[in-house]
C-alpha cells in the first residue's frame, strides 16, 4: 500500500519513483547535492548520522547604537569578527580601506576630544562610524555565515529548508563536512527524494520501469 502511494504522489508529479534498497545504492543512483521546488537543499551522508553544514553568504543584520557624539563603534572579537565588507544606509564599506586611528573620547558637550572626519578602524580591528545621528541605531547590512547542523535519515539523506521570508539567495554557499563546497544558484532542481520504511525512493523520468 506504501509503495502504491509513492508511485501515485510520483505520477502526479509526472515521473514515477523507484526504489533502492540499500543505503549503498545511493552513490551508484547518483545521489548529488539538489534543492526541490520549495527551494530546499538535500546531501547525502551515513544513514541516521548528523553532519555539520557550513553555510556562507547568508545576509545579515546588525544594529549598533551611536553615542551622544553621533560615533557608532562595531566591535571586533574572535566570535563575532567585524566583517570585511558591509553596508551602510547607501554606503558599501571596506574594512581594510579605512585608516587606523585612536577613539576619543566623547565629551559632555556632544563633541569628540579629537575631531574625526572620517570613519576609520582602530588597532583592535573595531570600526567606528562618525557623523551618525547622535544615540539613534545604525543598521549594519552584510554577509555572514553559520554552521547547520543537518540530521541524516534511515536512507541516507537529509533536507535543509529554505525561508519563504528570507531564502536562500543565488551566490549562498554550502559545504558538507563529508562533501564540495556547492553554490545554491548552481544546483539543479529536482523532485524531493523519498525516505520510507527505510527505502530510498529515486524519482526518475516519466515511462522508466522499475519500483517496488
Not at 20 to 49: E, Q, R, T, V, W
Not at 105 to 111: E, K, P, V
Not at 203 to 209: I, L
Request: net charge positive.
Amino acid at each position: 500500500m506504501k509503495s502504491n502511494r509513492l508511485k501515485q504522489y510520483a505520477a502526479l508529479a509526472g515521473s514515477v519513483m523507484i526504489s533502492i534498497p540499500m543505503m549503498a545504492s545511493l552513490a551508484s543512483a547518483n545521489f548529488a547535492p539538489h534543492k526541490d521546488a520549495k527551494g530546499a537543499i538535500y546531501f547525502a551522508g551515513a544513514p541516521n548520522a548528523e553532519i555539520q553544514v557550513a553555510i556562507a553568504g547568508l545576509p545579515q543584520t546588525r544594529n549598533i547604537t551611536a553615542n551622544a557624539c553621533g560615533v557608532a563603534v562595531i566591535r571586533n572579537s574572535l566570535t563575532r569578527p567585524v566583517p570585511a565588507t558591509f553596508t551602510i544606509g547607501a554606503n558599501t564599506i571596506t574594512t581594510a580601506n579605512l585608516p587606523t586611528q585612536l577613539l576619543p573620547r566623547c565629551l559632555t558637550t556632544g563633541q569628540l576630544e579629537e575631531a574625526r572626519t572620517q570613519n576609520f578602524k582602530t588597532s583592535d580591528g573595531s570600526v567606528v562610524l562618525v557623523s551618525q545621528t547622535p544615540s539613534a541605531s545604525v543598521q549594519m547590512l552584510f554577509d555572514g555565515s553559520k554552521i547547520r547542523k543537518l540530521k541524516m535519515n534511515a536512507c541516507g539523506f537529509g533536507r535543509i529548508s529554505n525561508s519563504s521570508t528570507n531564502p536562500f539567495g543565488a551566490d549562498v554557499k554550502f559545504t558538507p563536512q563529508n562533501g564540495s563546497e556547492v553554490t545554491y544558484g548552481n544546483l539543479p532542481t529536482q523532485l524531493p527524494w523519498l525516505c520510507k520504511d527505510g527505502v530510498t525512493y529515486q524519482p526518475v523520468a516519466a515511462g522508466v520501469g522499475g519500483g517496488s
